[in-house]
């Protein structure tokens, strides 16, 4: 009793870059419009990749990548925002250099701001963590620092595990990664 099977992650011959614009731009429609039904998901995915034919045999691994995220904590959390911002985009001077850098979701909580960052990779959450903890702190930094307002939390969402991860700032040292 209480045991469930480990959620299934997405063949591993599905990556790449382009399979990882596809489920940012998918989620970035679901997150603005989260009635949308799994047809209208496949019709947008069906444009998306019109110039990605590679990944048309992919398509439902990607659907139900998106229902499996739907019914996940998570989206709970999405759902339950004030606000929900996505490909927010920033520029910023640090010490002297540019830094640019594109938010992939910002939900607007009771407590500050959550800034999250969708990963894709082929990798544990951990790994994730360990890779880009630092990258997803200097945005939750330049958040604070470009629209004065609060970060209550700053994570990375492994969409392979659909699982979100602590905050990151308390991981280590910020760096511009």
């Known amino acids: 009793t209480g045991l469930q099977a480990a959620p299934s992650l997405p063949d591993d011959s599905v990556g790449g870059t382009a399979w990882g614009d596809l489920i940012h731009r998918l989620l970035e429609q679901l997150v603005l ?28 691994a990607a659907l139900d990548t998106l229902e499996q995220i739907r019914g996940s904590e998570f989206w709970e959390r999405v759902l339950g925002a004030k606000q929900r911002l996505v490909e927010v985009p920033f520029g910023q001077r640090v010490e002297r250099n540019l830094l640019f850098g594109i938010i992939d979701l910002a939900l607007e909580q009771e407590a500050g701001w959550d800034i999250v960052d969708y990963k894709t990779d082929r990798k544990r959450l951990e790994e994730l963590i360990a890779r880009y903890a630092g990258q997803v702190a200097r945005y939750a930094q330049s958040w604070t620092e470009i629209a004065g307002q609060e970060v209550g939390f700053a994570g990375i969402y492994g969409v392979r595990e659909r699982e979100l991860s602590g905050d990151v700032r308390e991981s280590g040292p910020i760096s511009a990664e």
Do not use: G, N, V
Not at 36 to 45: F, V
């Open 33 to 60: 419009k989260p009635s949308l039904t799994r047809e209208q998901l496949a019709s947008l995915a069906r444009w998306f990749t019109f110039d990605t034919p590679e990944l048309a045999e992919h398509l439902e």
